[in-house]
């Protein structure tokens, strides 16, 4: 049964990691081909890109870490290897999660029409609404680090005190739990940020239908469509983020320490959201389903030909 688990595990953690790297590629293809063509970059364009980038990051750091783990288990654990392996896993995690939250607000403040005063004076500044956030984050970002590298030293230290095999196990056990709460602690933030924007879009798009009588033409409406549009990827965003917090959760209980399974099993489940979402983006933004329409003609007639 182990054996046949971890075969499927192994099958749909591969097949995660290339359609993420499929798909985040293109996204990084697609904006720095417009990029170079054009010589410059709408803000969104700046967004999707780094946001790819720091998910291919992330896709690839949780492939090396378990291909790591598989050949070394903990003996490679106490060295700078690790330092570096952790520390750029915070770094690209931490902007996976906010630069997909920034294009939830961005959704939120281009879309929804609402006549508060605060609300229009953050409309009318929406690139530097959304830039003060991404400076303002990166305070989290430091004191994340900082946090991460205290836990990091003290393990060292206790890695060195700790002759036998057994009571470094142990230590690096309750040391992986410790670090995965900072990890939950500091996503909760980006989480409830694009759970709020979701709630006022949807009432947005309520505040909307009402003033269009839910007409003929009410779904037609191009605020509607817009409106739609950003909740089908604000919604696909908060499900999967769903996912990449739970896969948290599972690799703080030990369900099969044999063979790693316990640690597939939840890479498996966190390789899902920076694999799928980018995906969604590509079907939700006009210029990256553009470029992917042009993709699959371009293949099928080099395929008819």
Same mark, same amino acid.
């Given at each position: 049964?182990?054996?046949?688990?971890?075969?499927?595990?192994?099958?749909?953690? @591969?097949?995660?990691?290339?359609?993420?790297?499929?798909?985040? *590629?293109?996204?990084?293809?697609?904006?720095? #081909?417009?990029?170079?063509?054009?010589?410059?970059?709408?803000?969104? *364009?700046? #967004?999707?890109?780094?946001?790819? @980038?720091?998910?291919?990051?992330?896709?690839?750091?949780?492939?090396?870490?378990?291909?790591?783990?598989? +050949?070394?288990? !903990?003996?490679?654990?106490?060295?700078?290897?690790?330092?570096?392996?952790?520390?750029?896993?915070?770094?690209?995690?931490?902007?996976?999660?906010?630069?997909?939250?920034?294009?939830?607000? !961005?959704?939120?403040? +281009?879309?929804? =029409?609402?006549?508060? &005063?605060?609300?229009?004076?953050?409309?009318?500044?929406?690139?530097?609404?959304?830039?003060? @956030?991404?400076? *303002?984050?990166?305070?989290?970002?430091?004191?994340?680090?900082?946090?991460?590298?205290? $836990?990091?030293?003290?393990?060292?230290?206790?890695?060195?005190?700790?002759?036998?095999?057994?009571?470094?196990?142990?230590?690096?056990?309750?040391? =992986?739990?410790?670090? %995965?709460?900072?990890?939950?602690? !500091?996503?909760?933030? &980006?989480?409830?940020?694009?759970?709020? =924007?979701? #709630?006022?879009?949807?009432?947005?798009?309520? +505040?909307?239908?009402?003033?269009? $009588?839910?007409?003929?033409?009410?779904?037609?409406? &191009?605020?509607?469509?817009?409106?739609?549009?950003?909740?089908?990827?604000?919604?696909?965003?908060?499900?999967?983020?769903?996912?990449?917090?739970?896969?948290?959760?599972?690799?703080?209980?030990?369900?099969?320490?044999?063979?790693?399974?316990?640690?597939?099993?939840?890479?498996?489940?966190?390789?899902?959201?920076?694999?799928? $979402?980018?995906?969604?983006?590509?079907?939700?933004?006009?210029? %990256?389903?553009?470029?992917?329409?042009?993709?699959?003609?371009?293949?099928?007639?080099?395929?008819?030909?």
């Amino acid at each position: 049964m182990g054996s046949s688990l971890y075969d499927i595990l192994t099958i749909v953690m @591969i097949a995660e990691f290339i359609f993420g790297n499929v798909t985040n *590629g293109f996204i990084v293809l697609t904006n720095c #081909i417009a990029w170079l063509s054009k010589r410059t970059l709408s803000f969104i *364009g700046w #967004i999707q890109l780094f946001l790819a @980038i720091s998910r291919m990051v992330l896709i690839w750091e949780m492939l090396l870490a378990w291909l790591k783990y598989m +050949k070394y288990s !903990f003996s490679y654990l106490a060295g700078t290897e690790l330092r570096v392996m952790l520390l750029t896993w915070v770094v690209s995690n931490h902007f996976s999660l906010w630069l997909a939250t920034i294009l939830s607000i !961005f959704y939120l403040l +281009k879309i929804a =029409s609402f006549s508060r &005063p605060v609300f229009l004076y953050l409309k009318w500044r929406v690139k530097k609404v959304l830039l003060m @956030i991404l400076l *303002g984050n990166l305070i989290f970002l430091m004191f994340n680090v900082l946090q991460i590298n205290t $836990h990091i030293d003290d393990w060292m230290d206790q890695f060195k005190r700790n002759i036998t095999w057994d009571s470094r196990v142990n230590g690096f056990v309750g040391f =992986s739990n410790l670090v %995965l709460l900072e990890m939950i602690m !500091f996503s909760v933030t &980006p989480f409830t940020v694009a759970l709020v =924007s979701f #709630i006022l879009l949807i009432f947005s798009l309520w +505040k909307h239908l009402q003033k269009m $009588h839910l007409s003929s033409r009410g779904e037609r409406d &191009p605020s509607t469509k817009a409106h739609v549009n950003a909740l089908r990827i604000m919604v696909s965003f908060l499900l999967l983020y769903a996912t990449y917090f739970i896969s948290f959760f599972i690799s703080l209980i030990p369900m099969a320490h044999k063979k790693g399974l316990d640690l597939m099993f939840s890479l498996t489940v966190g390789l899902f959201y920076p694999s799928s $979402h980018s995906f969604i983006l590509i079907l939700g933004h006009s210029n %990256l389903r553009h470029a992917s329409c042009l993709v699959i003609t371009y293949l099928r007639c080099k395929e008819k030909n």
